[in-house]
């Protein structure tokens, strides 16, 4: 008995090349690399090319914060 994500998945249309294989593949192969908590987040290109890695990315976003919670009272 087919289900609703089975139904849903027979609905889209393939739109992969015939030159990918993907029939050796395995999911989540390398899912394991990335801490528990780690959060992924796409980046526009050109916000990208101005953080050479993730760690300039999270001081630029604590700066951010850091600057945003002096601007607005405690308490509110």
Excluded at 28 to 45: H, I, N, S, T, W
Aim: a positive charge; hydrophobic letters at 40%.
């Amino acid at each position: 008995m087919p289900t609703k994500m089975n139904e849903r998945l027979l609905r889209v249309k393939d739109t992969m090349r015939r030159e990918y294989d993907m029939h050796g593949g395995v999911r989540g192969k390398y899912a394991g690399r990335f801490k528990k908590d780690v959060v992924m987040v796409p980046l526009a290109p050109d916000v990208a090319a101005a953080f050479p890695d993730a760690d300039s990315v999270n001081e630029a976003l604590r700066i951010i914060l850091k600057a945003a919670r002096k601007s607005v009272p405690s308490g509110r």
